[in-house]
């Protein structure tokens, strides 16, 4: 299975964090499953870092890569269709972040693995 992964998600994954549901942890490990993070969680995660918001065991630019590797984890780059897609979004989720990430879903039709609740708003199938 191809799965989206949450920016939440992703953090509470690679430090295997109390939060995370059984089912989630199962998914992260599956060798079967194509994971995915979006550019716009990277994008989130070096704002959130440079605002002291988020620390990490490296610098960003070492860190960031070195888990997408050791997790077999793909970036999945922003298009044009992604963020024009984020314009017929109805505002059930106002985090800039996640609506990219929601529009990425639901134009890729990829499931989100997230805790986000808010995102069973949408039109897209939520895992956790």
């Known amino acids: 299975m191809k799965i989206l992964l949450d920016t939440q998600a992703f953090l509470w994954l690679i430090s295997d964090a109390p939060e995370l549901s059984k089912k989630a942890k199962k998914l992260f490990l599956d060798q079967d499953n194509d994971l995915f993070l979006s550019l716009a969680s990277i994008w989130e995660i070096a704002i959130k870092f440079s605002l ?16 997408l590797q050791e997790n077999s984890i793909l970036q999945l780059d ?51």
Do not use: C, M, T
């Open 52 to 67: 002291g918001k988020l620390k990490l065991k490296q610098p960003i630019e070492k860190f960031l890569p070195a888990q």
């Open 78 to 128: 922003i298009s044009f269709r992604h963020v024009a897609g984020v314009a017929a979004l109805p505002f059930h989720h106002r985090d800039p972040f996640d609506r990219l990430i929601i529009s990425q879903a639901i134009q890729e039709n990829l499931p989100i693995l997230s805790s986000d609740k808010a995102f069973d708003a949408y039109n897209i199938q939520r895992l956790w």
